[in-house]
């Protein structure tokens, strides 16, 4: 078991600091990006576009295009999987910073369109849909323009919540994957058309500079680098190990494990090499530490998955020796998040099981852990026997809720506890001075992060991943 | 921490702002004076040798091509003489050039017009129209290539062009 050295309290406050510093900085940089762009069509003269009707609404339509490109471009740096980001604001927050430009980045799109056809048809005294119309037919590259707009359309609309949840995960994927298309056949108009991006301005060569930058961030860390590692590790399906009905592990081989030590409660995406699998990608934690090869024993992996579909129930059928693609670790949840020397882990189901891992792997004295795990009953809390042996090897406190939910008040405790009068302090009385990790359905993690933060616990403290798409 | 990066983040858009809008301040006025001597090159007539045509100024709209060149010969081969193209319209102004054709070659092309609605569009025709030029003097046809960035200027060039070389029997 890793022991912590006296510093290291001082250690997870300073990496804690850093990491702010980091998050402030791209925070920074992003919000600075789309006044970049505008400003550098100011510095090309496009302050003095106002002086008519036509020229002010065209000159409109022109930044509502810059700013959208900007967010899009952002949008995929986002998704990009960069280290730099992952490990600052963690692949759960960047997603959901990522998911929050959609729309802006539509509707800016859709009011570029709009400007632009009706600033021009200004400009030659025709209506907007006939300067469309004329646009489409007579201007080179034009017509690759509105195949993006309604590709963007496409990809925004399969994103929202409701039109999101009647279709099947692969669906939104595919449609997604269109992304790429829709920027691809944006950008020749934008180089050939505009006349803003002219041969021998900056703005051409900063544009190209970013286009290329988010290009390459792309193909590096989502491409490549998922390539390497799945090469280098050589990771192979040993067995599948029921732990419940609907819930089992899956145990791997791989090589040159020492280079993911720590990455226990981190997920990777996981790609199974066999037919009717490889095509998918399932993103699962690591519900252990993995061990990295003696001289007798191969290195291990493993995760541990709950059965929620088609796709998850096939999973127990694999055979072993199946060769596995992976892409990880990615996540915040393990010690590169902590910020103090106290720490405290509430999980409930399948979300036990990073949990484990996470104890498993993460420094603290004797006495500074507090783990509370959720579940109807002692066989929903998943890994709990090697959560016991963790916690009295380590000298953690332990706490067990189960029993049914309570019917009217929804909290997170199970009725009887509630019934009782205990609180969340009544487990974990230091809470405000300790990191809180929390993994769980994301309806009853809702409930946990609110009284985690009513009790007192910053941001900068509570750690929590969401695991749905 | 957060209230630092706002602020950061504030000063830095304002200021970035402020450099893009000075600098623009002072494209416009270079863009000006580009656009000024544009179209005083355009009314100078023409240099090379052969039939001059002195009429540089010839800002009609008109749609058809104007041939003001004085033709040697009545012959439907290519005539030497200068022939001004037609008036393009563009959303950025308007287009129209004058080719000098001598002995069966395209000898020079001149912009009459060229688009300079506003200052970014005088400053695009100032950098397009030495290109185009060399790429049509070389090619010795208006089908050569656009100019990236330059889209609309090009095309209206190469129309205008066509036009001329049209009405030279080119």
Known sequence: MPAMAPSAAAGFRQQARRRWVRADFITFLGWLSPVAAVSLWLAYGGASGFGSFAAATTSIGIVAGLISMDLVLLMLLLAARIPFIDNTLGHDRAMKIHKSLGKPALYLLLAHGLFIAIGYGAAEGLDPISESVSLWVNVPDMWLAYISTLLFVAVVVTSLVAVRRRFPYEFWYAVHLLTYAAVATSLPHQFSVGGLFAQGTWQRWYWLALCMATGSALLYNRVLEPIFATFRHQVTVSRVVRISKDVFSIEMTGLHLDELSGSGGRFFFWRFLAPGFWWQPHPFSLSAEPIPATATTPGKLRITVRILGEGTARLARLKPGTKVAIEGPYGMFSTAARSRKHVVMIGAGIGITPLRALLESTPFEPGDATVLLRGHDENELFLGQEIMAIAEARGVTLYHLTGPRSPKSGSWLPHSAQQAGFTLASYAPHIAEADVYVCGPAGWAGKVIDDVKAAGVPTEQLHYERFDW | ?170
């Open chain 2, 1 to 170: 921490m957060r209230t630092r990066a706002a602020v950061a983040t504030a000063l830095a858009s304002v200021g970035i702002l402020i450099a893009g809008w000075q600098s623009g301040a002072h494209v416009s006025e270079t863009g000006a004076a580009t656009s000024t001597s544009l179209s005083s090159t355009g009314s100078s007539g023409t240099t090379s040798g052969g039939s001059t045509s002195g009429t540089g100024s010839s800002g009609t709209a008109s749609g058809g091509s104007s041939s003001s060149g004085t033709t040697s010969s009545g012959t439907s081969t290519a005539t030497s003489g200068s022939y001004d193209g037609s008036s393009v319209q563009t959303r950025y102004g308007t287009v129209q050039v004058q080719v000098t054709v001598q002995g069966g070659k395209i000898t020079e092309v001149k912009a009459l017009q060229l688009t300079d609605a506003e200052n970014r569009s005088a400053q695009i025709s100032a950098y397009a129209a030495p290109v185009l030029r060399s790429e049509v003097l070389q090619a010795q046809s208006a089908n050569v290539q656009t100019v990236g960035g330059a889209t609309i200027t090009s095309d209206a060039y190469l129309t205008s062009l066509q036009a001329a070389l049209d009405a030279a029997h080119f």
